[in-house]
């Protein structure tokens, strides 16, 4: 059984458009955390955030990640928290390689600095929410992670790299 591939980093940090590259040339399917729970529910993201809040969203993230990890072979791109609680590492890793995509936060702001689509991210101090968030993920994403990729590159770089280092 071959294991999956899981992208793991802060938003903005690429995980869904590297996992795109990462698709189209390894062969393997992709499947987006976020995109499953938004069929499943037949809402946004930020829909669900706002009429059942934050932790009605967790429980269908790991939900999400339970129901994935019984795949195999694919990669799965999560939403930027779900590395952050143990429960979504403890289901994915079972049968996944974890692969945080790492960015610097400036660079994340720039990337971010005109996004409207992350709950999270619509407060007036952004900047400051961001780098709170930012401190407190990486030391969490950093402990999940089996391998760790520059997400400074272009996106089909990062692809190649992480095809290159988990030997897909
Ligand atoms: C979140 C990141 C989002 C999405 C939700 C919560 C987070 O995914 O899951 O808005 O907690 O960082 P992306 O990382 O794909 O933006």
Redesign the pocket.
Known sequence: MSKNIILC?????G??TVGKNLQKRSGMNMI???AYIEKNQGMK??EI?DKYGESY?RDL?YDACCELSKKSGIII??????LTFERNVQALKKNGTIVLIDVPLDAIKERLKNDT????LQRPDKDEAMRE?YEKRMPLYKKAADIIVDGEFPPLQVALNIIHIAKI
């Not at 791109?77 to 779900?82: F, H, K, L, R, V």
């Not at 689509?117 to 999270?120: K, S």
């Open positions: 980093g802060f938003m903005g940090c995980k869904t987006d955390t976020d993201i930020s955030f969203f993230e791109s999560t939403g930027g928290g779900a689509t992350r709950p999270l968030l």
